[in-house]
């Protein structure tokens, strides 16, 4: 299949009117950031805390996708995507691309040790985790808070995007979509085998 002239500067104005849409965070156009998505529900979104299928980071279908972006607008702090440095391949009527990104945020000090307590809370009410596995979790999440009270309040953290977009009835628009963290310890999640 021979790709269209300009695929690769359309696929890069997707991203950008993704970018735009982050920046605004607009609960207002939500509805309209939406037409960037495929109309059908086989959209797929992976958030960076995804493990599962259908779980609240990896989300499955438009209405949970909109709820995801949602959460993301309201919580995530201020995102800037490399739209210019974006990776894009094109092949027919599908593209995908990879780009790297940041979430910044200011936290207070204060706000960091009330969530910590408010997760040492719930993790002791979990009544599927061994007393090993809470005292692990709380630790664990404790030296992190730890070590990022020794720095600033206003935080910046590198994630990856990559994404697939399809062309449908002239226009493209994204598919599927993950957000990844760089992990240089060892991962959040574990598997425990006996």
Partial sequence: MKN????????????????????????????AFMGLFIPGEEVEVV?????????????????AVRQLIAH?????????????GAHIHVQGEAAWLATTGTVTDTIPHQDRYRGYQDY??????????????KTLDIIRLGMDILY???????????????AVAVRQQGAWR???MQFA??????????IELS
């Fill in 181 to 190: 963290f760089a992990t240089t310890r060892s991962p959040d999640e574990r």
């Fill in 148 to 162: 990022g009270l020794a720095g600033s309040e206003r935080l910046s953290w590198p994630f990856r995007l990559t």
């Fill in 120 to 133: 040492v809370r719930a993790v002791l009410d979990e009544g599927e985790l061994s007393e090993r596995q």
């Fill in 72 to 84: 993301d607008w309201e919580h995530w702090g201020d995102v800037v995507y490399d739209v210019a």
């Fill in 4 to 31: 269209q002239p300009n695929s690769h500067e359309e696929v890069r104005k997707l991203l950008q009117r993704f970018q735009d849409g982050y920046t605004a965070r607009d609960p207002g156009r939500l509805d």
């Fill in 174 to 176: 994204f598919a599927q």
């Fill in 47 to 63: 958030g960076t805390a995804a493990i599962r299928p259908g779980d609240e980071e990896w989300r499955l279908g438009r209405a």
